[in-house]
């Protein structure tokens, strides 16, 4: 049986269950408003969002990274505030994995929102989020996480080691539908 | 980009984070006392449970199984009884992986215990699980959990898709400590 790769020793971290903070990350990505241009449909609600509110805190990720070795999980708390640009509700960026044929597991920890995906050929789908819900987001689809409520939507998230990050072609693509709170209603249009 | 995997497609769950309960799980694993023969340092302490109690349930694996293709990744919630054989207390069988190099990931969401760990060269190590606690198991490390507590011990796992499960070795090899309670201490020796 080979061991090429146990230089990884067996460990155990804390998660706060009830508010959804992972205690001692050592990685702790910071996304705010302003890091947002491009993605939202009204640019200049967006503008105004950073320029009256100092450039909010749009969403953070924190982490313990473990390896990108094959074989390796890794995992973070995924953490996005609640608001609006104009109607629009907030969202992460998204994004495909660097290596595209690898799942994601979100378990939704606290609040309440939408996994939107879609894949290269324009398939979409939306799963909604709220505690306890799991949601599986497949080989080779891009995923963003959209926050519908009024607290953050904090969520747990595994993924293969292997998989990496791809902004870029989903930067370019765009998701072909958008979430919005009109009047206290959820409209995917 | 590929996308040969693609066939699986979104879908989400719902996990009970409170309780431990995965809703319409489609597998239910059940290994009760007599499954466990060979695995308790006192083999006449767990004839006695078996004939005295009707074959008490000793854990359950709860899954939806998603794929065993690599890039994807398994789940399921495993619940183990709290009891004792003797003084030794409850635990599962343990296993490697079939792939022996890939890893898994255990959330405990209720209960009291331990992950104990090994590799076939001898290394062991013990993490210690309760509410929130997220034990990370490394590739080539069989593993198994310990209930130490008085309720159910259950936990959310996820592992790669192309994990598989190896039991053989590990019941050939067996862990090189065990954990006892003893006058309402734990002792692991």
């Known amino acids: 049986m080979q061991t090429k790769n ?4 067996p460990f155990s971290l804390e998660i706060d269950i009830e508010s959804g903070i992972l205690k001692n ?17 009204d640019g200049a609600a967006l503008e105004r969002l950073i320029a009256g509110e ?11 990274p473990v390896s990108e070795e094959r074989g390796h999980l890794m995992y973070c708390i995924s953490k996005l505030q609640p608001g609006r640009v104009g109607e629009e509700c907030f969202m992460t960026k ?10 994601e597991i979100y378990l939704c920890l606290r609040g309440r929102g939408f996994m939107a995906m879609k894949t290269t050929e324009g398939a979409w789908a939306a799963q909604e989020m709220s505690r306890g819900r799991m949601v599986y987001v497949p080989p080779f689809w891009a995923h963003r996480s959209i926050n519908t409520g009024d ?3 904090i969520s747990f998230c595994v993924y293969p080691g292997e998989a990496g990050h791809n902004y870029g072609d989903i930067e370019q693509e765009g998701f072909p539908r958008r979430i919005y709170l009109r009047q206290g209603r959820v409209v995917i249009t």
Do not use: C, I, K, Q
Request: net charge negative; no cysteine.
């Open 6 to 9: 146990a230089a990884v020793e």
């Open 25 to 41: 990350a050592t990685n702790h990505l910071v996304r705010r408003a302003s890091d947002m241009r491009g993605h939202y449909a």
């Open 54 to 64: 100092n450039d909010p805190l749009h969403y953070e990720v924190f982490e313990v």
């Open 94 to 103: 998204g994004h495909y994995h660097a290596d595209a044929g690898t799942a």
């Open 151 to 153: 607290e953050p939507l």
